[in-house]
């Protein structure tokens, strides 16, 4: 008992209590599920003990100083990963997202960091002061306690490394009974603590599971060392007719029989490679499995759409934080016009995966899904060069096309490197051959956010002569924070919104998005006076929702989303129709609009629109589907759950839920579930193998 007590008294012992605390009050603050406790409590506390055994090798006063600089900066971390869940509604990696961090200086955040931080600041004092708090009263108690006892140096320091060295191997011992737990104990569900712990990605689901400070050493070790190679899932040859429309796909050799019906039969949308000789060459095994994979895949048809723009100039809009529930026929009524009188897809969803703009951007460009984790996928495309003979862009300039891109705004995330590399000639702030010039307000600053309406008027006659054109503009004007004293875009539309049913901030978004309507009303004048309008297709989905603002969104939508939080988007909870967003795809030329049933996703754009400009393109070697082909397009959640014609999964529960109509029997679902499941996790590790390998570069496809 004595010892006990004096053992308490050491304030050393403080450090692995206050891991504890911190873990188990960042889950309970944070609403996660703490059936995985017993992980994430033994891998914090070994974590503890083994600093404590650290920090008993130093002398008492460098070890107090230590160990109050160990107990500030974890506490600071936790508060980080708070701020991250809460503005980016992802936690994290703060070694492998250094160099993004730094990069981007994240100044177009600066007010919403501030007002996070106000909101949480219950989560400050519980998870920074309380326990700083504890160590300085706990570590001063000690050394109190201890004033007047004298001994000699050389006994203190021997006493000291033989309490270290029991620290460390008690430590060791706690991380031994944790991997047991993780590796031992039969865990359900489609993702467990044994499958985060080699996985540098799904960030949220290692901080629930495995716990913050685990997954900072998971960082630690993956930045320093690398990945462990997972070995990816056999190839199911079967899974491919799920979704492909057709009961059996073309094999090699293999004759094409016509139907004995008298109809079209259209060719596939696949190029001339061999799989199969590639893989005899492939240079490592994720270039082994691409090929595998691709060749067990059934390409879509070309369909009575093929070839519809053929030759039309192209201008895509990537939208910044667009929600199509804000439409309207009288406030944006060519948003509305455009919306509704081309291709209108009814069940499109633009979910949000890693890094925000940039994964929308990857998923709107390149027909991939971008990883789940640093390093960003997009920027990452850019450092290495990485052949991407599919983009549009790169396409496109094979024919002779005109590609030029604008971001009114700094560099970021790279796209100095990433977008000449998707083959456009890019134009923003900084960071390339041609800067563009910002907008000024009154008072000589550079406006923020800046104006999509000033792009347009700054850039269309840069292009307008030089056809066939392929422009990308990525907007700004509808960034956050959504109020009228943080966006100049929403005071200069405030007297459009003041009469709105809605709160301020919702007005204020809306009012943001004004500038991207007046862009666009901009536009198709300009085209209708060059005489180009029905000669050009115009291209818009959004990078993303307002993911931080569920409240603007429920008052738009006019209905709730089932949030537990109205500033946290919380895929275990949350009604999925919080994604549903709008594809524009228009061109003057259109004499009826198409209506388009099928759900659908920001993968499915790049395909769906090669093919209606006739390129050619292999449709096995994306992600996304051409929505238009008799194939079913696939939607990807961030947490893997996942939606197609026939029904919704929903990956915390295990369930499946037909769609209104289809009738399966248990059996045939189970089947259908485990099929689509192979199917989403092919395609999510597609990008990051790609990239990985160069596999397209391997695969000789011309760039």
């Known amino acids: ?17 206050l891991f504890l605390y911190l873990e188990i009050i960042f889950h309970m603050y944070m609403k996660l599920d703490m059936t995985y406790m017993p992980v994430f409590l033994l891998l914090a506390f070994s974590a ?127 991380y031994g009974t944790a991997m047991a737990a993780i590796f031992l104990i039969p865990w359900q569900g489609d993702f467990t603590p044994k499958m985060l712990y080699r996985k540098d990605t799904h960030i949220d689901d290692q901080v629930e599971q495995l716990g913050v400070i685990a997954m900072l050493g998971l960082d630690i070790r993956n930045t320093i060392f690398g990945t462990p190679e997972v070995r990816p899932e056999a190839i199911n040859e079967d899974a491919s007719a799920v979704v492909s429309g057709e009961i059996q796909g073309p094999r090699e050799n293999e004759e094409i029989q016509a139907p004995e019906e008298k109809e079209i039969v259209y060719p596939y949308n696949q190029m001339d490679i061999d799989f199969n000789s590639l893989k005899a060459s492939a240079a490592d095994s994720g270039s082994d499995w691409l090929c595998d994979y691709f060749a067990s895949l059934n390409p879509t048809r070309q369909n009575e759409y093929t070839g519809l723009f053929k030759g039309y100039n192209v201008i895509f809009i990537t939208a910044e934080g667009f929600s199509g529930y804000m439409v309207d026929p009288e406030l944006t009524p060519t948003l509305y016009r455009i919306s509704q009188e081309g291709f209108v897809f009814r069940n499109f969803y633009s979910a949000l995966h890693f890094t925000s703009t940039s994964g929308g951007e ?83 600053n550079a406006c923020w956010p800046q104006s999509d309406d000033y792009m ?151 395909p769906t629109l090669s093919n209606l400009l006739g390129l050619e393109y292999d449709s096995r070697m994306m992600a996304g589907t051409d929505v238009l082909s008799a194939a079913d397009p696939v939607v990807i959640f961030f947490s893997t759950s996942w939606l197609t014609a026939k029904g919704r999964y929903n990956r915390y529960t295990g369930a499946f839920e037909p769609a209104e109509g289809t009738e399966m029997s248990e059996e045939e679902k189970n089947v259908y579930v485990e099929n689509m499941k192979y199917i989403v996790n092919s395609r999510l590790m597609l990008g990051q193998r790609i990239i990985e390998s160069d596999f397209y570069r391997q695969a000789h496809i011309i760039e």
């Open 1 to 17: 008992m004595k010892k006990a007590k004096a053992l308490l008294k050491n304030w050393r012992i403080a450090i692995p209590f």
């Open 48 to 174: 503890g003990l083994f600093w404590d055994g650290v920090l008993f090798f130093l002398p008492d006063r460098p070890a107090r100083i230590a160990g109050g600089v160990l107990v500030v900066m974890m506490s600071l971390i936790f508060i980080i990963e708070c701020i991250c869940r809460d503005i980016l509604q992802q936690y994290f990696q703060i070694f492998g997202g250094a160099e993004i961090a730094v990069e981007n200086q994240l100044t177009d955040y600066t007010s919403t960091v501030i007002q996070s931080f106000w909101e949480n600041k219950t989560g400050i004092f519980l998870l920074f002061v309380l326990p700083v708090s504890v160590y300085i009263v706990w570590a001063k108690k000690a050394k109190t306690e201890r004033l007047g006892k004298k001994r000699s140096r050389k006994i203190k320091r021997k006493k000291r490394l033989v309490k270290g060295i029991c620290f460390l191997a008690a430590g060791a011992l706690m």
């Open 362 to 444: 990857f998923q709107n460009l390149t027909g991939l899904y971008p990883k789940a984790g640093f390093p960003v996928s997009m920027t990452e495309t850019g450092k290495r060069g990485t052949c991407l003979p599919f983009t549009l862009a790169n396409q496109l300039n094979r024919l002779g096309y005109t590609s030029i891109g604008y971001h009114f705004n700094q560099n970021m995330y790279g796209r100095e490197l990433s977008h000449p590399n998707l083959g456009y000639e890019w134009r923003q702030f900084t960071g390339c051959r041609r800067p563009l010039t910002a907008e000024i307000n009154e008072y000589g």
């Open 456 to 606: 347009i008027q700054q850039t269309f006659n840069e292009y307008k002569d030089r056809q066939p054109f392929n422009i990308y503009y990525l907007t700004i004007s509808g960034h956050l924070p959504y109020s009228f004293s943080g966006s100049q875009m929403s005071r200069r539309n405030r007297e459009q919104v003041e009469n709105l049913p809605y709160s301020e901030k919702t007005k204020a978004y809306i009012a943001a998005n004004l500038e991207l309507e007046k862009g666009l009303t901009r536009l198709l004048e300009y085209l209708e006076e060059a005489g180009i309008a029905d000669k050009t297709v115009i291209v818009m989905a959004p990078d993303h929702i307002p993911y931080s603002d569920l409240d603007v969104l429920e008052e738009l939508a006019g209905r709730s989303f089932h949030a537990e939080s109205l500033e946290s988007l919380d895929e275990k909870t949350v009604d999925v129709d919080v994604y549903k967003n709008t594809w524009i795809l228009w061109s003057a030329s259109m004499e009826r609009p198409v209506v388009v049933d099928k759900p659908c996703s920001q993968v499915d754009i790049l």
